[in-house]
T-cell receptor, first 115, second 116 residues
Framework: GDSVTQMEGPVTLSEEAFLTINCTYT??????LFWYVQYPGEGLQLLLK?????DKGSNKGFEATYRKETTSFHLEKGSVQVSDSAVYFC??????????????FGQGTILTVHP | NAGVTQTPKFQVLKTGQSMTLQCAQD?????MSWYRQDPGMGLRLIHY???????DQGEVPNGYNVSRSTTEDFPLRLLSAAPSQTSVYFC???????????????FGAGSRLTVL
């Protein structure tokens, strides 16, 4: 079945540092790829997505590029802020399944940004 | 505000007790689902529904029941709670899109359940 492997955390950075959170996946065909973010005490919300190879998703200064050849979707941000402290989840929706929105999530990466 | 509403936010149960976690959405979404979130394991799908009267099992359905009598509501029932069901539960919904599309889930704020 589909699977997602995320970089182990927690990750602790100083404000304005560069962020990379690695994500690789296993799936048949061409899955859709997502990054969700969970702020303290809240549910998950979509951060960005990509639906085909070489697509770049971007939002709030975060970027991730769909790399079919390496089955990866790494999340990056050039300059993090304290307000970016949250848990980040990589997820995929396999193209081999139904269109019922069943996502497979990675284990989540806790990011803490210090002033 | 439009969105997914979950109740209760917190609940403590004793082993063997039953309870229902409520989920309601006002976006006319066809697809609704329940996930549980456990440390180091991400989110795992419990049950899902693609419309009123239609439900199916996800990755970890044992110990949970669901029903979908209306488009808006999708309650999750624990018939006999066990300590292994201590977790944070999230309800999520979306429109059903074509096979080539990308579903974007809208999540509720979560329900934290502790089973003693």
């Amino acid at each position: 079945g589909d699977s997602v492997t995320q970089m182990e955390g927690p990750v602790t950075l100083s404000e304005e540092a560069f962020l990379t959170i690695n994500c690789t996946y296993t799936a048949t065909g061409y899955p859709s790829l997502f990054w969700y973010v969970q702020y303290p005490g809240e549910g998950l919300q979509l951060l960005l997505k990509a639906t085909k190879a070489d697509d770049k998703g971007s939002n709030k200064g975060f970027e991730a590029t769909y790399r079919k050849e390496t089955t990866s979707f790494h999340l990056e941000k050039g300059s993090v802020q304290v307000s970016d402290s949250a848990v980040y989840f990589c997820a995929i929706r396999g193209a081999g399944g139904t269109s019922y929105g069943k996502l497979t999530f990675g284990q989540g990466t806790i990011l803490t940004v210090h002033p | 505000n439009a969105g997914v509403t979950q109740t209760p936010k917190f609940q403590v149960l004793k082993t063997g007790q039953s309870m229902t976690l409520q989920c309601a959405q006002d976006m006319n979404h066809e697809y609704m689902s329940w996930y549980r979130q456990d440390p180091g394991m991400g989110l795992r799908l419990i049950h899902y529904s693609v419309g009123a009267g239609i439900t199916d099992q996800g990755e970890v359905p044992n110990g949970y029941n669901v029903s979908r009598s209306t488009t808006e509501d999708f309650p999750l029932r624990l018939l006999s709670a066990a300590p292994s069901q201590t977790s944070v539960y999230f309800c999520a919904s979306s429109q059903i899109v074509s096979r080539s599309g990308a579903n974007v889930l809208t999540f509720g704020a979560g329900s934290r359940l502790t089973v003693l």
